[in-house]
């Protein structure tokens, strides 16, 4: 009898698992895939930022950025693929390291509910219990009824990561982050990439001014954007695949990528025999304390309600454990940032100035340009800007968002300041190191307090 039985070794999973064990309890784990690391690790975050940064170094290269200009430039598609796939295989080994340190169990199988106390693994036949079980289960690929998946023409992110040669033509359904982020890499490569989107603006999650500011640089770069289109069928073709617009019209490519989503996953599980069922979007209902509505079954990441993003899921993660163990435990859900990597990269933290127009909250925006960064212009980065919106009376910051270089690692600053109820005062009068970046997000809290020093 486990302490804890961990179902699923995603970002959320490996790392609940992790934090449980160092709080001295006896941990098990069931993945139903032979590596650890979840979405995210496997076919996620990590292989999609290897091919991101490779691809970003070789498309400088073409573009002859800075001066630079290289002839006869050839890219081994071959080669790249292998970086990405040691690139995860490196990452997914570092855990099974992180369990035999810790001391955790893992069974190797796919976990079905017996009861409330009891998960078999059906591959092995194993019958585990434990004292709280932990659903991980994470996510899939989002598939509509009007479109026809062949994973080969018209495919879902896990095989966008891995096309055997560059697709002269590609059009990608959704124009959300992942499709975004994919959609650039091929582009980056030499494919003719069209993005569909169905709401009147990219990345809609986002602050609206971050939409409409990216839409702008993906546009020149070369990314052919529609927004407000309904796509009623997607079909792969005996060549290549079709995808059929509202009003008639038809697009052809070599291959097509559906991004329009991701569903919490719980098939197999057999949640009915523990007492549980999903939502009507398939999510495990949850408390503020990550418990279920049996108190000993909690569930954290993307099969619960809230962001999909692998850092949201961790932290849920040490939250859930931590309230098994100690009686509290708790995630600060508007210090939760998130980021486009894309070139320039999107991101943002906190409140957007919708969601504050829209719950009454006065508040006030001090905005500061690449261009005017020094640190930026030595780059040969001054596209983009980051914004700080700061409540009108206390200062108080509620919300940071940007676009340009890198600016993803500057938010890691914006995030911590709202974790500690920072005020754009108190960012702005922070020494920031020169040249840097940072300096950016000091100058847009200074703009939002009283006035910035660089414009
Ligand atoms: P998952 O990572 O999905 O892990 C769930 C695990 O449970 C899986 O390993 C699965 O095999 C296992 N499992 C499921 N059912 C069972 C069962 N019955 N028995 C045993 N095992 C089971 N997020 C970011 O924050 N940053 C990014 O840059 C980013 N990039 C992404 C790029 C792509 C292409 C994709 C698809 C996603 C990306 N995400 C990113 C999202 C991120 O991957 C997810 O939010 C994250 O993986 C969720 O973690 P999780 O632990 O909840 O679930």
Redesign the pocket.
């Known amino acids: 009898m486990y302490d804890l039985l961990v179902?699923?070794?995603?970002?959320?999973?490996?790392?609940a698992a992790i934090r449980a064990a160092q709080l001295g309890m006896r941990v098990g784990v069931?993945?139903?895939?032979k590596a650890?690391?979840?979405?995210?690790?496997?076919?996620?975050?990590?292989?999609?930022?290897a091919l991101l940064e490779t691809t970003e170094r070789i498309y400088e290269v073409k573009k002859g950025l800075l001066g630079a200009k290289v002839q006869g430039l050839e890219v081994d598609l071959k080669a790249l693929l292998a970086y990405k796939d040691k690139v995860v295989q490196a990452n997914t080994q570092g855990i099974e390291f992180l369990f035999k340190k810790n001391g955790i169990a893992r069974h190797l199988?796919?976990?079905?509910f017996l009861s409330d106390r009891k998960v078999l693994?059906?591959e092995t036949g194993e019958e585990l219990s434990a004292r709280f079980i932990l659903i991980?289960?994470?996510?899939?690929?989002l598939i509509p009824p009007w479109a026809q998946v062949d994973f080969e023409r018209v495919v879902t992110?896990?095989e966008?990561?891995s096309f055997p040669e560059v697709p002269q033509r590609l059009i990608v359904v959704g124009g959300g982050?992942?499709g975004l982020?994919?959609g650039v890499v091929w582009h980056r490569l030499g494919a003719e990439v069209v993005v569909l989107e169905y709401m009147d603006r990219i990345l809609p999650t986002m602050d609206a001014e971050l939409s409409r500011a990216a839409e702008k640089v993906f546009k020149k770069e070369g990314l052919a954007i529609r927004t407000g289109v309904r796509v009623t069928a997607v079909l792969p073709q005996a060549k290549g695949a079709r995808v059929e617009l509202e009003g008639g019209e038809v697009l052809e490519a070599d291959r097509v990528l559906l991004a329009v989503g991701?569903r919490p996953?719980?098939?197999?599980?057999a949640l009915e025999n523990a007492g549980l069922a999903t939502d009507e979007k398939g999510r495990i209902p949850v408390d503020e304390h990550l418990r279920t509505p049996i108190p000993h079954i909690y569930a954290?990441?993307?099969?619960i309600r809230g962001?999909?993003?692998?850092?949201?899921?961790?932290e849920e993660?040490i939250a859930a454990v931590e309230h098994m163990a100690k009686g509290f435990g708790h995630v600060d859900y508007q210090a939760i940032p998130?980021?486009v990597?894309t070139h320039p990269e999107v991101a943002g933290v906190g409140y957007t100035e919708e969601e504050l127009k829209e719950k009454g909250i006065p508040y006030k925006v001090g905005r500061f340009p690449y261009a005017a960064s020094g640190r930026a212009r030595a780059m040969g980065e001054t596209e983009g800007f980051v914004k700080v919106l700061a409540h009108a009376k206390t200062d108080r910051i509620l919300g940071v968002h940007g676009i340009g270089a890198r600016v993803g690692d500057i938010l890691a600053e914006a995030a911590l300041a709202i974790f500690f109820k920072a005020s754009a005062e108190d960012v702005g009068r922070a020494p920031h190191h020169h040249p840097s970046l940072s300096e950016i997000l000091k100058e847009a809290a200074l703009a939002a307090w009283e006035k910035p020093i660089h414009l």
Not at 265 to 269: K, M, S
Not at 300 to 303: A, E, H, K, Q, S
Not at 307 to 314: C, E, G, V
């Open positions: 179902i699923g070794a995603g970002p959320g999973g490996y790392v069931v993945e139903k895939e650890l690391g979840g979405t995210c690790l496997r076919v996620g975050c990590i292989p999609s930022k199988g796919t976990a079905r693994v059906e991980a289960t994470g996510s899939a690929p992110s896990t966008a990561l982050v992942i982020e994919l991701r996953y719980t098939e197999g599980l954290i990441g993307d099969v962001p999909m993003l692998a850092h949201k899921a961790s993660g998130s980021v990597y």
